[in-house]
C-alpha cells in the first residue's frame, strides 16, 4: 500500500476545546501516556509517528546549517521506517539526526523544546540552534 508523509504542528493559538483538553492534560498524571505525541500514537495505533523539529523556531526547520557545519535534530518514534523516511527529509536539509528511539523518548523532546523556548523568551532572540559536541 502507499505511504504518504504528513507533518502536523500544534498551533499556537487554539480553540476553547482544545484548551479544555490542555487544562485537563495539565492536571492529570505525567505519565508518557499522557504526553502529546504519546497521545496521538495511542489515538491512531496504526499511524507511524516520528517526532522531530519541535527544538526550534520554524525558521530554521529546513536548512540545519550554521555557516559550514551542520547541526543536529533528535528524533524518536516506533516505527524504523518512518524514522528512517524523516532522516531522508532532514538528511535533504542538511541536519545531522540522532535517533532517541521509540515515541515514549518523544517527551524527552517535548521537554528539550520547552528549554528552547524558555531561552527565547528570556533573551528575546529565536536565532539559537542546538549541537551535540563530542570532545575529541
Given at each position: 500500500?502507499a505511504?504518504?508523509v ?12 482544545a ?16 504526553r ?13 509517528v516520528?517526532?522531530?523539529f ?5 525558521k ?6 550554521l555557516?559550514d557545519?551542520r ?5 524518536a ?16 536539509w542538511?541536519?545531522n539526526v ?6 515514549e ?6 521537554s528539550f523544546a520547552?528549554l ?16 551535540l559536541v563530542?570532545?575529541r
Amino acid at each position: 500500500a502507499a505511504a504518504s508523509v504528513r507533518v502536523m504542528f500544534q498551533p499556537s493559538r487554539i480553540d476553547e476545546e482544545a484548551t479544555t483538553h490542555a487544562r485537563r492534560y495539565r492536571s492529570s498524571s505525567s505519565s508518557s501516556l499522557t504526553r502529546p505525541t504519546n497521545l496521538i500514537q495511542s489515538w491512531a495505533p496504526r499511524a507511524r509517528v516520528v517526532k522531530a523539529f519541535n527544538t526550534l523556531s520554524v525558521k530554521h526547520m529546513t536548512d540545519g546549517r550554521l555557516g559550514d557545519e551542520r547541526l543536529d535534530m533528535f528524533i524518536a518514534g516506533n516505527d524504523d521506517a518512518a524514522k528512517k523516511t524523516v532522516e531522508v527529509i532532514l538528511a535533504a536539509w542538511y541536519w545531522n539526526v540522532h535517533d532517541l528511539g521509540g515515541i515514549e523518548q518523544s517527551t524527552l523532546l517535548e521537554s528539550f523544546a520547552l528549554l528552547s523556548i524558555l531561552h527565547g523568551f528570556r533573551t528575546n532572540r529565536w536565532d539559537h540552534l542546538f549541537k551535540l559536541v563530542y570532545r575529541r
